[in-house]
């Protein structure tokens, strides 16, 4: 079973920074993608940043710039630094893996971005 736990969400100033951790547990050998998507109320969830197990990444065009997706492998765990945070930001933020065929999700961090 493949557990993941998510952290670093908060509420931050426009402007400023937030780094979120997302580590998947149990007997994980080689996680394919990890990714962040995000949700805000009344909107449907978007992909924010996507890294492969080759680290080649993608990024949606509202962050591209601001944001950076990275990886431990060792530590199967995927990180989202956030720059310049932007009101429209504010959302719940989830990971993503693929993992031997199948995806699992995280529950959800909330990020608010408000002055």
């Known amino acids: 079973q493949v557990q993941l736990v998510e952290s670093g969400g908060g509420l931050v100033q426009p402007g400023g920074s937030l780094r979120l951790s997302c580590a998947a547990s149990?007997?994980?050998?080689?996680?394919?993608?990890m990714g962040w998507y995000r949700q805000a109320p009344g909107k449907q969830r978007e992909l924010v940043a996507r890294?492969?197990?080759?680290?080649?990444?993608n990024y949606a065009d509202s962050v591209q710039g601001r944001f950076t997706i990275s990886r431990d492998n060792a530590k199967n765990t995927v990180y989202l630094q956030m720059n310049s945070l932007k009101p429209e930001d504010t959302a719940a933020y989830y990971c993503k893996i693929i993992y031997n065929g199948h995806q699992y999700w995280g529950q959800g961090t909330q990020v608010t971005v408000s002055s």
């Open positions: 149990g007997t994980i050998f080689s996680i394919n993608s």
């Open positions: 890294i492969t197990s080759g680290g080649s990444t």
